[in-house]
């Protein structure tokens, strides 16, 4: 009788959790982002240029909404399973698995240039990893929604551009202006100049410290839409 009280008991804990508030959010994000990331893949071009700021934000979508789900995900139910590991495996070996392969066959076999573009899908899922980690480790809300759209904002300031002419063997002097970075262009009105980026870039880990470390009270408001409990 104790054993089947017990395990009617944990049935009932993890019904109970699984239909809690956040737990609702976190799923209803995910479809979300699930949904953009199609539309995005097999209705947009995998294009290096960025056509316009709409489409660098509509392309951002699914991130946002995976941030959100990831923000919103009710750690005591993954952590009453002992799910924390096993996710995280699953995330590793999507990324072993799925991404690595690619990048061979595209940097070996494939002569389209999808090399650029699977990059661009890897680094988000990378930084929604590295807060899916964080947050199953016990992460708040806010804390992990600080994290990842300060790595977003990193990841769009164009650090990596500038990586690549410092660090690449025999690239010469730093262009004076960055004809390629429409990423850049699309929120300045133009490629930028070599100082331009410099600043661009500057201006957006200032952004990401901004994100990292102010109270953002006013946005408390809004917490309705983590759960109620952010």
């Known amino acids: 009788m104790n054993s089947r009280f017990s395990i009617a008991n944990l049935n009932n804990g993890i019904k109970q959790q699984m239909l809690s508030t956040k737990m609702k959010f976190s799923f209803g994000y995910g ?24 489409v660098l934000l509509f392309k951002l979508l699914p991130f946002v909404f995976g941030a959100l789900a990831i923000a919103t995900l009710d750690i005591e139910l993954i952590a009453k399973g002992r799910f924390n590991l ?25 002569e389209s240039g999808g090399l650029y573009y699977i990059v661009l899908i890897l ?44 660090t690449t063997p025999g690239q010469g002097p730093i262009p004076e202006v960055w004809h390629w970075a429409s990423h850049i262009k699309v929120r300045i009105g133009h490629y930028p100049t070599k100082y331009e980026a410099y600043a661009f ?15 953002f009270r006013p946005f408390n408001r809004l917490s309705v839409l983590l759960g109620r409990s952010a």
């Open 31 to 54: 479809v979300v982002a699930i949904f953009f990331a199609y539309i995005v893949y097999t209705q947009m071009g995998h294009d290096r240029e960025v056509a316009s700021l709409g």
């Open 86 to 110: 096993f996710f995280l495996y699953l995330g590793f070996l999507v990324f072993f698995g799925l991404f690595v392969p690619r990048i061979f066959w595209e940097g070996f076999e494939n």
């Open 123 to 166: 680094v988000p899922y990378i930084i929604l990893l590295l807060g899916f980690a964080f947050r199953l480790g016990g992460g708040s809300t806010t804390a992990t929604l600080r994290l990842l759209f300060a790595l977003l904002l990193i990841m769009l300031s164009g650090i990596e551009d500038l990586a690549y002419l410092v």
């Open 201 to 215: 870039i500057t201006v957006h880990f200032i952004l990401a410290a901004i994100v990292t470390l102010y109270s």
